[in-house]
């Protein structure tokens, strides 16, 4: 299976809005309402931020929010706070049975 | 409180073997799918292989398919990874993962990792 295509990097100043889009097939992202987003610090395990492409998990904040169009996702950081500043990487079921992960996406606060 | 603890990594030759393990507890193991998902040092994450509430279903990457093998055992909350014919490219931290539902990709609890390196 191959990996979904993500920016390497993205930036914003705090309290600006960043997208992070996730590029996938109809295999995956554009075949499921299966697509979820982690957060991950250096040295740290990933996080669950958003799934079923645009539910936050109980204690996520609401300035992230997720959305889809055919076969790309997007994961949106609204307000954006120094905490924000990490990897993030999307997911998603395919077609085999398997999952496949993003690319990765730098997020620096300027 | 969920909680993922994994074992079994360290140093081997490629072509060796190596078997990870996963103690889980805070929920109801039996009733979760769970995955193990790698990720290679500076690198980003790979999905690895799955198995099913019961055991019954099981998939891989296709990069570790046939030199893999997960594997539970519901009455020890223990979830494994039979790793043989390792490679270079088989170095990275493996996590443990839990999946909230199937199909869905939402791995929503994940353990610490342990380290696999595979080097002469």
């Known amino acids: 299976q191959s990996a979904l295509t993500q920016p390497a990097s993205v930036s914003g100043s705090p309290g600006q809005s960043i997208t992070i889009s996730c590029t996938g097939t109809?295999?995956?992202?554009?075949?499921?309402?299966?697509v979820s987003w982690y957060q991950q610090y250096p040295g740290k395990a990933p996080k669950l931020m958003i799934y079923?492409?645009?539910n936050r998990p109980s204690g996520v904040p609401d300035r992230f929010s997720g959305s889809k169009s055919g076969n790309s996702a997007s994961l949106t950081i609204s307000g954006l706070q120094a905490e924000d500043e990490a990897d993030y990487y999307c997911?998603?079921?395919?077609?085999?049975?398997?999952?496949?992960f993003g690319t990765g996406t730098k997020v620096t606060v300027l | 409180e969920v909680q993922l603890l994994e074992s079994g990594g360290g140093l081997v030759q490629p072509g060796g073997s190596l078997r990870l393990s996963c103690g889980a507890s805070?929920?109801?193991?039996?009733?979760?799918?769970m995955s193990w998902v790698r990720q290679a040092p500076g690198k980003g994450l790979e999905w690895v292989s799955v198995?099913?509430?019961?055991?019954?279903?099981?998939y891989y990457a296709d990069s570790v398919k046939g030199r893999f093998t997960i594997s539970r055992d519901n009455s020890r909350n223990t979830l494994s990874l039979q790793m043989n014919s390792l490679r270079v490219e088989d170095t990275a931290i493996f996590y443990c993962?839990?999946?909230?539902?199937?199909?869905?990709?939402?791995?929503?609890?994940w353990g610490q990792g342990t380290l696999v390196t595979v080097s002469s």
């Open positions: 079923d492409v645009t």
């Open positions: 993962t839990k999946i909230s539902r199937v199909p869905a990709a939402d791995f929503d609890y």
């Open positions: 805070g929920f109801i193991f039996r009733n979760y799918a």
């Open positions: 997911s998603s079921f395919t077609s085999s049975n398997q999952y496949a």
């Open positions: 109809s295999s995956d992202v554009g075949g499921y309402n299966y």
């Open positions: 198995i099913s509430a019961s055991g019954a279903n099981t």
